[in-house]
T-cell receptor, first 114, second 114 residues
Framework: LAKTTQPISMDSYEGQEVNITCSHN???????ITWYQQFPSQGPRFIIQ?????VTNEVASLFIPADRKSSTLSLPRVSLSDTAVYYC???????????????WGLGTSLAVNP | DSGVTQTPKHLITATGQRVTLRCSPR?????VYWYQQSLDQGLQFLIQ???????AKGNILERFSAQQFPDLHSELNLSSLELGDSALYFC?????????????FGPGTRLLVL
């Protein structure tokens, strides 16, 4: 089964750039990498998605190297409201059809301090 | 507001009982996903339906079952409840059936088994 690895927690300060890296060694050829943000007692919310190289939107950037075995979510100039758990999601490249499973990392708990 | 609705919001029941959680996807979305999130745990994917058919299965216990109806709403049935089943249960929906599609999460149902 594909497995993702993320740091359990990170600390930052307001105004800093935060980079969270996710390792996904068994990513399938057709799989995309998606990052979600979750606040306490709320459902996760989509942040960004990419396949290769770099993707940028109004919230974050996603960097994916050529081998696609990892990805880095970059949050520019974080604020207190960015304190949340960030999940890296990739498809399970080792199963197909009805056996596909969605493997979520345990998430990275980001704490932004004043 | 993601457009995904879940009922009930809270549920308190006793061990050995059976409960049904309900989810209405966003208008136009054909896929419904169910997740379990225990205290301090990451999201555990349970099962996915697409247009009424089961598409993928995660770590769903045999005591749990789900279905998606012709109007695309979905129900998750949890039976012979145990204390360890206490958790937040999230439903998410997406347009297509592939895991790479953005998932929109509902507010969750908080289940407490006493």
């Amino acid at each position: 089964l594909a497995k993702t690895t993320q740091p359990i927690s990170m600390d930052s300060y307001e105004g800093q750039e935060v980079n969270i890296t996710c390792s996904h060694n068994n990513i399938a050829t057709n799989d995309y990498i998606t990052w979600y943000q979750q606040f306490p007692s709320q459902g996760p919310r989509f942040i960004i998605q990419g396949y290769k190289t770099k993707v940028t939107n109004e919230v974050a950037s996603l960097f994916i190297p050529a081998d696609r075995k990892s990805s880095t979510l970059s949050l520019p100039r974080v604020s207190l409201s960015d304190t949340a758990v960030y999940y890296c999601l990739v498809g399970d490249g080792t199963n197909a059809g009805n056996n596909r499973k969605l493997i979520w990392g345990l998430g990275t708990s980001l704490a932004v301090n004043p | 507001d993601s457009g995904v609705t879940q009922t009930p919001k809270h549920l308190i029941t006793a061990t050995g009982q059976r409960v049904t959680l309900r989810c209405s996807p966003r208008s136009g979305d054909l896929s419904v996903y169910w997740y379990q999130q225990s205290l301090d745990q990451g999201l555990q994917f349970l099962i996915q339906y697409y247009n009424g058919e089961e598409r993928a299965k995660g770590n769903i216990l045999e005591r749990f079952s789900a279905q998606q109806f012709p109007d695309l709403h979905s129900e998750l049935n949890l039976s012979s409840l145990e204390l360890g089943d206490s958790a937040l249960y999230f439903c998410a929906s997406s347009v297509a059936e592939t895991p790479r599609e953005t998932q929109y999460f509902g507010p969750g149902t908080r289940l407490l088994v006493l």
